[in-house]
């Protein structure tokens, strides 16, 4: 299935690639890929013909190594083996292979082609379509990239099979908010789907579905000037859980920072937009089933304000929230009061009280 020009969702990943590699020179042909994607991953590209011509640069696995010195490691690696502007670069991992590898590709003698194959659901529903690349320094995330759009990226979901439950749900809260905020359709799909005993090809449907909703936001507004800020509903507070989980040194996953972070802005959007209190509480029930509870204390309260306010989509002093008003309709640049802020931090805390 084609989602847009460039994005394929498909079982058919050796002949699409096939494909799309014939056009390069055999010794033209680069793999960037981390050391658990070449050891899960790699085996379903064996059948591709061509896969041997391929060199290969495998980098540490782990966010920790999305860093400047892993960009010149590959870098030196096309460097010295003669890449050029009539190579091709291919990306296979999740979304740290893939920031890192377009990066790397996109700078490299002013940039080169590359194909994204993402292989965890996250890097698939999320990091597939918008063409950020980049990597973290300074002990900020992303701090360094460009925006630069891939040849071709290719989901196929049999690389799902490996990737554990953590990893799947995680990539399924970006689901999950790509329904809130666009698709009554979508959200009642993944609700229906048995995330306990997965359908592979009943999930390629849905992943087509997501990724169709953050291309609309993305190809409406390219630099996130007013709509693309839909795609941040969960994310102000989801990225203060994220922020202090990883200061009390158990650091929630991105995903399951956002799925807490959306049940807070649901209340937001409840005291702010007028969302129905039953269906909030329905949805707020739903994922505390998927993603457990997440403890937090009231006195941890004045750092995560502080931490939203730190968040880098705001604007001057304004805290800047995406609310929705009902599933599907989402309204941009809502201000909430400290009050609410606590007030919506209050709900979650009992709603994860044992
Ligand atoms: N560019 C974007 O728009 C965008 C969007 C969302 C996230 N991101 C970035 O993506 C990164 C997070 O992505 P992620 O969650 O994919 O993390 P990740 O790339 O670190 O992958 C998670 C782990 O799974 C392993 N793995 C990958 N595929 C596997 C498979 N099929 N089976 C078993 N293990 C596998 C990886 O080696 C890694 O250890 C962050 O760096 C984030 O900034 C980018
Ligand atoms: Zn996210």
Not at 230 to 245: I, K, M, Q, R, Y
Not at 306 to 328: C, P, Q
Request: contains cysteine; charged residues 20%; hydrophobic residues 40%.
């Amino acid at each position: 299935m084609n989602t847009n020009n460039s994005v394929v969702v498909t079982d058919q990943l050796e002949s699409t690639l096939t494909s799309s590699i014939s056009a390069f020179p055999d010794d033209k042909l680069f793999l960037v890929t981390d050391q658990n994607s070449a050891k899960f991953c790699l085996p379903l590209l064996c059948e591709i013909p061509n896969i041997e011509k391929f060199k290969t640069i495998v980098i540490p696995s782990g966010e920790e190594n999305k860093l400047l010195s892993s960009v010149e490691k590959i870098w030196l690696f096309l460097s010295q083996n003669g890449a050029d502007r009539k190579s091709l670069v291919v990306n296979l991992g999740g979304g740290m292979v893939t920031d890192l590898g377009s990066f790397a590709a996109s700078t490299f003698k002013r940039g080169l082609p590359f194909i994204n194959i993402p292989t965890t659901l996250l890097s698939q529903v999320d990091a597939s379509v918008g063409g950020k690349t980049g990597f973290n320094f300074n002990g900020l995330k992303n701090e360094i990239g460009v925006i630069n759009q891939p040849l071709q990226v290719i989901i196929d979901t049999r690389f799902l099979k490996t990737l554990d439950h953590e990893n799947i749900i995680s990539g399924y809260a970006e689901m999950i908010k790509h329904g809130l905020i666009h698709s009554q359709d979508h959200l009642a799909e993944l609700r229906k789907f048995d995330l306990d005993n997965p359908d592979y090809r009943e999930l390629q449907g849905i992943i087509a579905h997501s990724v169709l909703i953050k291309n609309y936001f993305v190809e409406k507004d390219p630099h996130e000037r007013n709509i693309r800020k839909a795609l941040n509903f969960g994310h102000t507070v989801g990225h203060a859980f994220e922020s202090l989980s990883l200061r009390n040194s158990q650091p929630l996953l991105h995903g399951h920072a956002v799925a807490f972070g959306m049940i807070a802005e649901l209340y937001l959007s409840r005291l702010n937009s007028g969302f129905a209190d039953g269906i909030m509480h329905h949805l707020s029930q739903w994922l505390i089933s998927i993603y457990g509870k997440y403890q937090i204390a009231a006195s941890d309260y004045e750092a995560l304000y502080e931490l939203m306010g730190h968040d880098k989509k705001n604007e001057g002093k304004r805290i800047n929230f995406t609310l929705i008003r009902s599933v599907g309709e989402v309204e941009i640049n809502r201000d909430c009061s400290k009050e609410q802020v606590f007030e919506a931090l209050d709900y979650f805390r009992e709603l994860n009280h044992d």
